[in-house]
Structure formats: C-alpha cells, structure tokens
C-alpha cells in the first residue's frame, strides 16, 4: 500500500534465508540448538560446512564456524550440496541432518524442549534418538518500506515498523533478533511520530482529493465482488509465485534466472486481473482478503527481483553466481524502488550512512584471526 | 468491582475440605461399615465407652470441629453445585444451605456442651 | 505414502445468507503428517474458497487457529491427522458468539484481558541512563509458566463457568493477573485486586480445572486462580484484623 | 458491513453430559452431599446419645440395617473421591518453591496420602483397640 501511494521499498533484494527449517511447514529449529552443539549432516553423515570455508570441525560448537556460521553461509552451503547431489530426498523437498544426539536427552529436555517438542509433533522424529530433517527456508525480509530513524516515511503522517518497515539496522543481512529491535524501538517511535502529528491537526472533513481515492479503492473491490468467471485462483497464482521466486530469486540468482522470473512474474501480474472472488459475503470474507494480499505481493515479488537483477554483485543474502565479488566502489548503496503502475519499478540508489561499523572482509571458521 | 466477601464462606470450604479429605473416609469406615457389619468389635459403639470418650474435653473440641468443618465445607460446595444444575436461584440456596449447616453447627454445639 | 480420506463435518455460518448456522461436509485427502489446519487450507485452495477461519503462524505460537476439533478445545495446528478417526466435526470455538465461519468474536475477551491490566507496573519507572530492572532465576521461576500463554482462548471455550455467566473474568486473563501479581518487579496487584477478588474474579471459579487440562502450553490457569483465591483470602482477613494497612 | 454474530446457547441442566471431564467434576462436588449428610449424622447420633442408652442403642442398631449400609457404601466411595481430588490439586493450589526449584508435586501429594494412611491407620486401630 505505502509502495503504491509512492513510498520507495529498500533494499528489497534482500531476502534471508533461515539454513534450518523443518520440510513442508517451514517451522524453525532456532540457532540455538546448534549453538549447544548441534551438527548439520548431509547424506553421507559427513559435517559438509567444513567444505565451504566454514572449518575446521571440531567437535565442539565454534563461535562463528562451522554449523555457527552466519545465516546466509550455510543456506548457500546446502543449496552446493543439493548441486552436488548429497541432500537427503523427502517428500517435501531435499534435506539435510541435524543432528543433536550427542547432547543428550538431559541436555536437550533441558535447554531445548521446544525443539523436541516441535520436531516430534511435525516431523516425527525424536532428537534424541534420530537427526532431524531440515533445509533453508525464507525467514526474513531485510528491506521493507523505506523509512528514517523516526520510523516515518517520505509522506507525511505514515509511519511503518516491524518487518515490512526498512529502517536500516540490518543491511544486507540480519542478525537473530533484530527483528525485535525492529519492533519494540521504531514500534514505539512511530507511535509516538503518529500520535504527535494526530494531536496536532484538527478533525475537518477529509479533502476532495482523498475521497476520490477511498471512492476508488471502494470501486476496485465493487468490480472484483462484480466479475464472474474469471478462472484464476489465488492458490494457484500464489503457488506459481513461490516457484517462479524460488527459483530465479532464491538463495543463489543469475542474470537469467532473475530475467526468466521477472517475465513469469509479469505473466502472473497480468493474470491477476483474471481473478475471481468466489466469497462474496461482506463478513469476514478471507478469499477477498487473500485476493488483495496477493496482489500486494505480486508487487513486492516484481521489487525484489528488479532490485536483485541491478545489484550485479554478491553482498550479504544476496548472492550472485554471475558477480560473485561485493563491489563496494558502486554498491556500497541502498536501493529504492519506487512504484510504476503496470510496469517494472524503477530503481534508484542512495548512500549508505555508515557509523562506527565499517564494511570489512566476511571470514569465517578456521580463516579468522 | 467490589471486593468480594466470599474469603469468608471460602475458608471454611478450603479447611473442610482439607479436614474431610483426611477423616471423613476412616470415619464412615469405622461406624457405618465396620462396627455395623461386625469387622470391628461391637464394644467401639458400646453405650458407655462412647459417651465417656465424648465426655472428654478434647473430643468434644474435636467432634465439634469435624462437624463444623464438614458442614460448612459441604453447604458452601452444595451451593455451587446447585448452580451448576441449573437452579439460579441463589439467594434462595444460599440461605437453605448454610442455614441447615448453621443448625447443625449450633445444636452440635449444644450437646457437646451439655453432654 | 497413500493419502487418508477424511470426512470433516465443519459448522459453517454466514449472516448474509444464513440464519442460523449449518454442518457441511468436506472429503480431504489427507496426508498423515498432516494437522487440521493443513486440512482447513486444502479445502481453501481446493474445495471452497468460502470457508473462512483464522490462522497465521501454524507452529502453536499465535494462538489464532483454535476451534472445537470433535468436541474438544484445540489449536488446529496441533491437532494431528494421525490421532484422529475418519469422521471429524469441526465447530467455532464454544462459548463464543460466531462471526462467520469458524471466526468467533473476541471482544469480549480482550475487554477482560485488558480488565486485569496485564502489563508491568513497576514501583517506580526507570529512565534508560539507572538501566534494566533485575530479576534472579528463582525469582522468574515464581511465574515463568504463566507467562506461556498465547491468549488462544481455548480455556474460555473450556470454562462451563464462563458458558454460564458470560460476566466472569476468565481463566486466561486471571491466570496473567496472577503472572504479573508474582512478579518481583511488579506492585500492581492492589489495582489488580479491584477485578480479580471480585465476584466475578477468581471467586466465580469453581476449580472445574478443565482449563488446564485444554491448554496447548501446559499453562495452569485453575491453579493461578486457586493461588490467588488462597492469597486473596489472606487479604481479606488481614483487612479485617488491621483495617486501612497497605497491602 | 452486516455483521450479525450468531449466540448459540448452552443447555443450562444438561451441561455436564457433554464431556466426560464434566461428569468428573460433578462427581466430585457432589461428593459434598454425602460428606455433609454424614456430618450431620455424626451431629445427630450425639443428640441420641444425650438422650439416653436405649435412643442410642436405637441408632446403632439403625446402623445395622441394608440401608444405612448400603448409604455408608456409597458414602465411601464419594468420599474417597473426595480424598483422591482433593489430594491431587494440592500441589497447583499451593506450590512450593524451593530458591530456582519447584519442589515435585508429586511429593507434595505423596505427603498428603502418606499422612492420611498413618492418621487413618491409628483411627482404625484405636476403634478396634477395645479387643
């Protein structure tokens, strides 16, 4: 909604991917459970971090090495191993071990029940007794609506926190439990920003200009409530989305997979207009719900990919097989989409402020000092 | 909101039913089932030796106690349960209950005192 | 893997068409690993679009998915296929008034939750320069496990008090009465005290305790409400005793 | 919008037949009647013994009949079910924590059933200690 009433949304190519996930559900097996020595373990049962510059593996967990890795390091080591074949084949996709049975059933009741409890309920597996499937899943969007410090935004009077916002805190990748920074300081700060701009102005009768557009926004959802027969469906629009950004936007992106995604993603915006509202009661209705909610994503889908495709290099979660050096000399910049109806956003670039923390060389495992 | 005055009644309740749960089974056991059926000898509920052993200060205290607890704790729980059958007539089951247990309550008292 | 066909039986209600709310019947092949909630969301996307219900994280953490599965309280998330028979009814949580669907209207729970004021009320406010107030494990461990609710209301769909005086406080706002009472950084419980040892506080309870036993968390609201009924008691007669002192 | 939320009602009478941990817990509270018409007997065998031998020797007798035997037989159950839930929510009504460490409920119950057998067991004695 704020990229349609001409906010720009930054840093959008960023996307983090969680490395463990549970198959099917997506549901996180927290860091932590490696952080108390958990091991990740392809086919083979062999630890395979210790191939991509994440060793050496020793058998105690390691700050920042091997399976304590960042986030984006060992969601790019599964992809090489699924390329190399040495992922577990499942039901819901290829997997990896991690296993946690060296930790002990006292260990792991005590410092992670939730993990038992989770992999036993959704996966039927024990960690006590039998490593538990995982595989990277998309966790986190660090770019969002582009707002400052105050959490407002380039129009007067929006504010935006949490997730969907961009404040900037995270870069191009994500730190756990930022998310809650996120949410607590410019939660609070914009609501502050909104309540001193309400107490500040003065009740009137909302202008001609803004009645127009709520008369518009009316209109659009009158027509969807109107049009019959269109065939397309949210689930299946929805779905093909998720492959077409699986895909070409994923953990790894190419010039020509983001080329290829970008041209689907257009075909599904077309087809959208296609889509037909089944539920037409005005209670509740979740089918419209979901109807705008994929349209709005659509959107966000086409600001990702074209943000991802003019980024030629590899920086944090976003990762180029085609640029596979950071080029601070022309990136060290955030981008900005900014909102074409009917076409691909524009994107334009912006300094990065930079404080006490200077972008330096990422190693990792046995390479660091 | 008041504040409630329910602590009243439902301490009574609460020590009841904690003094219930401890004595009320050997109790029924002893005089409604094993003197009665002969498991005990007959001499426990022998004339004399019962009115002798109430005759003493301390059981009269304690009959008194058990009798006041477990009414109590009984005429608090009826009430409610009245309630859960259905019957909203509160007031009205308030008052027979904890009237038939303030009875109880004052005749025991009575008898033990006389005794 | 072949997929288990299961007939869900779900009440379905829409005051634009419908007077009164109806069963219909759904045939979802169902794969084992599957909950409710995956069940639910076939029959979004495949069957019938216009089956409306809640849901948003599927992991037993936002507590939105609850619904009556056969009779009983339960997060559809956590409700496993596996464990189930052929035939599964499905209702909108009990004790609730139906918006449409399996959509109940919460309202009325949420007045009650804020009723309690479930928040920290410190002695007095620290500025960000004095720093975090402290708290030792044991001192957490006091009300650690009341702090595991996620407010899903299976507890009040649970509650026959709350099915019969719709005034009652409740077992989940009570229970975060109690979490933030025997809280070490905490002196709101005088305030508290004004809706929780009221009539309609922990005093309507009757320790059914079917609250606890619904709790997707392990949570023990009639345990909170026992516990306070005991301290409120303590209150009470203290009042007598020194009347005007400062609790 | 046209919401119209719908009331469904709850059977006022009938309530406790819907799930069986209802029944438990109407079981349980009724468990009161019985120990509450014992302690009234308990009351009223006190006033037969103030009136004399033969009102006594009445009651007793009364006692031995099928029907007091078959009230007292019911009685028992009840209250034994009293005894056991009673017992059992102990450790939820008064917790017990010793520094970081919640003391076992199971503990606590077992306490409570342990004293009831010694204080049981000495009633028992004591009734039988006229032989």
């Known amino acids: 909604m704020a990229f349609r009433a001409g906010v720009p949304l930054k840093d959008m190519e960023f996307v983090q991917y969680h490395p463990t996930g549970l198959p099917g559900t997506g549901i996180l097996i927290t860091e932590g459970s490696r952080g108390e020595g958990g091991v990740l373990l392809n086919k083979d049962g062999y630890r395979y971090l210790q191939d991509y510059d994440l060793g050496p593996p020793d058998p105690w967990p390691r700050k920042n090495a091997m399976e304590l890795g960042p986030r984006d390091r060992l969601s790019q080591a599964f992809w090489h191993e699924q390329k190399k074949g040495r992922t577990i084949k499942t039901l819901h996709g290829d997997v990896v071990h991690l296993d946690l049975r060296a930790l002990g059933e006292k260990k792991i009741n005590e410092r992670l029940p939730m993990v038992r409890d989770l992999a036993k309920s959704y996966v039927g597996v024990d960690p006590v007794y039998a490593p538990i499937p995982v595989r990277p899943v998309v966790h986190y969007t660090m770019g969002g609506i582009d707002s400052n410090i105050d959490a407002a935004t380039s129009i007067e009077g929006l504010f935006t926190a949490g997730e969907c916002a961009c404040v900037s805190i995270n870069g191009a990748n994500r730190l756990g439990s930022n998310s809650l920074t996120e949410l607590l300081v410019f939660g609070a700060r914009a609501g502050q920003g909104a309540a001193r701009i309400a107490a500040g102005s003065h009740k009137t009768n909302p202008g001609s200009a803004i009645q127009k557009q709520a008369e518009a926004a009316e209109g659009r959802i009158k027509k969807l409530f109107g049009a019959n027969g269109g065939g397309e469906t949210v689930s299946g629009l929805r779905d093909e989305m998720n492959t077409t950004m699986e895909e070409g936007a994923g953990i790894y992106r190419t010039d020509a997979s983001l080329r290829q995604s970008c041209e689907k993603m257009n075909d599904i915006g077309k087809r959208f207009a296609n889509i037909e509202l089944k539920d037409k009661s005005n209670v509740y209705n979740t089918d419209l719900l979901h109807v705008l909610e994929l349209g709005a994503m659509i959107d966000v889908a086409r600001a990702i990919i074209v943000s991802a495709l003019q980024r030629k290099e590899s920086r944090g979660s976003h990762q180029r097989l085609d640029f596979i050096k950071r080029d601070d000399k022309t990136y060290l910049r955030h981008s900005l989409a900014h909102y074409v109806p009917g076409q691909d956003p524009d994107i334009t670039y912006r300094d990065v402020v930079i404080t006490r923390s200077k972008p330096g060389t990422r190693v990792y495992g046995g390479g660091q000092k | 909101m008041k504040r409630s005055h329910k602590p009243i009644i439902w301490s009574l309740f609460a020590a009841g039913g904690t003094f219930t749960a401890f004595m009320i089974p050997v109790m029924i056991l002893i005089t409604g089932l094993g003197v009665p059926l002969g498991l005990l000898p007959a001499q426990t509920l022998d004339y004399e030796s019962v009115l002798a052993f109430v005759q003493h200060p301390l059981t009269r205290i304690a009959l008194f106690g058990t009798i006041f607890l477990t009414v109590w704790h009984a005429a608090h729980r009826l009430r409610i349960t009245a309630h859960d059958f259905g019957i909203r007539a509160d007031r009205v089951v308030a008052t027979i209950f904890y009237g038939l247990a303030a009875i109880t309550t004052l005749v025991a008292l009575v008898v033990l005192a006389l005794i | ?247 | 919008m046209s919401r119209r939320p719908y009331f469904r009602t709850v059977s006022r009478y009938g309530w406790w037949f819907a799930h069986p941990r209802y029944l438990r817990y109407m079981a349980r509270e009724l468990s009161s009647a019985f120990v509450g018409a014992y302690g009234g007997l308990v009351m009223f065998a006190l006033w037969r013994l103030w009136q004399g031998e033969a009102e006594w020797n009445a009651l007793v007798g009364f006692l031995q009949s099928p029907p007091s035997i078959g009230f007292h037989l019911v009685a028992l159950a009840f209250a034994l079910y009293h005894t056991i839930t009673w017992f059992n929510v102990t450790p939820k009504a008064m917790p017990v924590q010793i520094g970081d460490r919640q003391f076992p409920g199971g503990i606590i119950v077992g306490t409570h059933y342990f004293v009831w057998a010694v204080v049981s067991l000495a009633l028992f004695i004591l009734a039988g200690a006229g032989t």
């Open chain 3, 1 to 247: 893997m072949t997929p288990r066909r299961i007939e869900f039986e779900i009440l379905r209600y829409d005051p634009d068409k419908m007077q009164k709310p109806e069963f219909q019947t759904y045939l979802v092949p169902c794969e084992e690993d599957w909950v409710v909630l995956d069940a639910l969301n076939y029959i979004k996307d495949e069957l019938d679009r216009t089956l409306s219900y809640r849901w948003s994280c599927h992991m037993a953490v936002c507590g939105s998915c609850s619904m009556m599965i056969n009779g009983e309280p339960t997060l559809s998330c956590k409700s496993f296929v596996r464990d189930l028979p052929n035939q599964v009814c499905i209702e909108p949580l009990n004790n609730f008034p139906i918006e449409r669907d399996l959509v109940v209207v919460l309202d009325d729970f949420l007045g009650k939750l804020n009723s309690v004021k479930p928040y920290l009320i410190p002695r007095e406010k620290k500025s960000l320069e004095e720093g975090v107030y402290l708290q030792s494990p044991a001192q957490l461990k006091k009300f650690k496990q009341f702090t595991l609710c996620i407010n899903c209301t299976l507890c009040y769909a649970a509650c026959p008090q709350y099915a019969h005086d719709e005034n009652f406080v409740g077992p989940a706002a009570l229970a975060l009465a109690h979490r933030y009472n025997l809280d070490s950084r905490d002196v709101g419980r005088t305030a508290r005290q004004d809706v929780v040892a009221s009539n309609l506080g922990i005093w309507e309870c009757s320790f059914v305790g079917a609250c606890s036993e619904v709790c997707p968390h392990g949570v023990d609201p009639a345990g909170a409400i026992q516990q306070a009924k005991i301290a409120s008691t303590g209150d009470y007669f203290m009042d007598l005793i020194l009347p005007g002192r400062k609790s």
